[in-house]
């Protein structure tokens, strides 16, 4: 069963600006991960954050964690032409392993 | 280090006959994961394992797909006889010390069955 449910499915944004996307769940997690495939790729590791954090930083990469709302998002500031791929949320509940999302496509149009 | 490793990339395949996919985790690794991507489906996990035993092949569709792990750096995925439904792409992971951390995938490989 699909875990972490992404929001949006697709995003267009302009080079420069930032890009954010939501993952949501349904039940409490041990860890959620972001993960990016770009087409025709595999998929990538970004961040892992754990339910007991709220706020991860990697590059101009932020993940927030907000438990209470079973929510996660991922902002991509200053984006740019290469980070056009997909995203995808990964929940840890219990002593399963990783259940990913179906994604978001975003698109950065230079 | 290399990274996950799989053969091939693409494999085009008629309906009934048999499909055999490769990987070799990254050297260390004590998980390996199969996962199928469908754009109905996303992507779906098959199978995992630690150190070479299998512990979850719930996710195996049917019978007509088995796996096996001979030693630590080699794994494969087979599907006998192969239908058109199986046309995905089929990922291999592999990761340290949990089945609950950080992932490391392959590229992939596309299969097509007609």
């Known amino acids: 069963s699909q875990q972490g449910e992404e929001d949006p499915q697709a995003l267009s944004i302009q080079e420069g600006e930032n890009a954010t996307m939501n993952c949501s769940y349904k039940?409490?997690?041990?860890?959620l991960q972001w993960y990016r495939q770009n087409s025709g790729r595999g998929l990538v590791h970004l961040i892992l954050?754990?339910?007991?954090?709220r706020e991860k930083h990697s590059g101009r990469l932020r993940v927030t964690l907000d438990t209470s709302k079973k929510s996660s998002s991922l902002l991509i500031t200053a984006s740019r032409a290469a980070d056009t791929a997909s995203y995808f949320c990964a929940t840890v509940s219990g002593n399963t392993p990783l259940v990913f999302g179906k994604g978001t496509r975003l698109s950065v149009i230079a | 280090d290399a990274g996950v490793i799989q053969s091939p990339r693409h494999e085009v395949t008629e309906m009934g006959q048999e499909v055999t996919l490769r990987c070799k985790p990254i050297?260390?690794?004590?998980?390996l994961f199969w996962y199928r991507q469908t754009m109905m489906r996303g992507l779906e996990l098959l199978i995992y394992?630690?150190?070479?035993?299998?512990?979850?092949d719930s996710g195996m569709p049917e019978d007509r797909f088995s796996a096996k792990m001979p030693n630590a750096s080699f794994s494969t995925l087979k599907i006998q006889p192969s239908e058109p439904r199986d046309s995905a792409v089929y990922f291999c992971?592999?990761?340290?010390?949990?089945?609950?951390?950080?992932?490391?995938f392959g590229p992939g490989t596309r299969l097509l069955v007609l």
């Open positions: 050297s260390g690794h004590d998980y």
């Open positions: 954050i754990r339910s007991n954090e």
């Open positions: 992971a592999s990761s340290s010390t949990s089945r609950q951390e950080t992932q490391y």
């Open positions: 394992f630690n150190n070479n035993v299998p512990i979850d």
């Open positions: 039940t409490s997690i041990n860890n």
